[in-house]
Nanobody, 113 residues
């Protein structure tokens, strides 16, 4: 099983980034997928989740209206579009298969001027 995140980087406040998580080694299309993040000195928190067929998405209050989770089951990939980024969004972002407790290695997002 592999979950490989990409797309992180340094962005100015108000900017955008699109994270990707490429999955392999399991039946991706059968599972809800989620994005978590962990900021320095803080606990890891759920950012967003999307059902197996992509019909329902849920978000943390802190990112509602700014972040969008989506998936492409043909590509075994889940995405996190992040707009209007704030310094407090700085964290390592991880994708996870909640039901299987699989985690990716994370990708760093830094929002700073």
């Amino acid at each position: 099983v592999q979950l490989v995140e990409s797309g992180g980087g340094l962005v100015q406040p108000g900017g955008s980034l699109r994270l990707s998580c490429a999955a392999s080694g399991f039946a991706f299309s059968r599972y809800t997928m989620s994005w978590y993040r962990q900021a320095p000195g803080k606990e890891r928190e759920l950012v967003a989740a999307i059902t197996s067929v992509g019909d329902i998405a849920n978000y943390a209050e802190s990112v509602k209206g700014r972040f969008t989770i989506s998936r492409d089951n043909a590509k075994n990939t889940v995405y996190l579009q992040m707009n209007s980024l704030k310094p407090e969004d700085t964290a390592v972002y991880y994708c996870k298969v909640p039901m299987l407790n699989y985690w990716g290695q994370g990708t760093q997002v830094t929002v700073s001027s």
